[in-house]
């Protein structure tokens, strides 16, 4: 990596996998904590508000904003005069892109294809049919519940945080605070139209966050291309 690529992503190349492995075992720990409280049930009864039924659809809206400023990202790292000018903000782009790619379409979805989870409309206690399922535990339902993919969309807004902590440290904190406030209010609209857990919405902001703050340790090779 060269030495202006380490001092963009802020934390140094000495152990790229030691802060994306503190960020899953922090999840880790919150999802133990919220199975051990039985959080995941308290809130989905606190939460859930069957009057509010355009919610589900509300929070699939809010989720595809994400896709469509990946898709603008994209087309100004095509604009080769843009890149040149503004380097932090294709870092910024390619981490945001990235990260919707590999953490929410491809981690994310992957495990929602494989692992099944009765969401919470689908459990006995809200009139469904099944039995409530910690993170990860089998259940053999076809049931699509974690981790939730509409608040990952939503944790993408923090990737940021990555890039600029070091070199600008307000606009990374901003960036911070407002993705993780912007997941968390779709995951918490996901809990309102009882599709998601607690501890899916924890698990989309863990994946969001692990994979951004591997890829801000990325190189972007394009740069050094272009202006050598």
Known sequence: ??????????????????????????????SALAIAFDLDQILARRVFDPGRPGMRGFTNQLSSYSILAALLGVAWLCVPPLRR??????????????????????????????LDRPRPNEVVEFGG??????????ADCGCKSFPSSAAGFGYL???????????????????LVVGLTW????????????????????????????TAS????VDL????????
Request: aromatic share 12%.
């Open 214 to 217: 591997l890829l801000a340790r």
């Open 85 to 114: 000018r503004w380097p932090s903000v294709g870092r910024c782009i390619g981490v945001f892109a990235g990260t919707l790619v590999i953490a929410v379409l491809a981690i994310v979805m992957n495990l929602k294809s494989e």
């Open 129 to 138: 049919e099944y039995s409530y399922r910690w993170p990860f535990a089998y």
């Open 183 to 210: 997941g968390s209010y779709i995951g918490y609209g996901r809990m309102v139209a009882n599709m998601h857990w607690l501890t899916d919405i924890v698990w989309s902001a863990g994946l969001v966050l692990a």
């Open 1 to 30: 990596m060269s030495r202006q690529g380490a001092e963009s992503d802020g934390a140094g190349a000495e152990a790229p996998w030691l802060e994306p492995l503190a960020i899953i075992a922090i999840t880790s720990a919150v």
């Open 157 to 175: 807004v923090a990737t940021p945080f990555f890039v600029l902590r070091r070199r600008s440290p307000r606009a990374a904190a901003a960036f």
């Open 221 to 228: 090779s394009w740069r050094d291309a272009e202006t050598g």
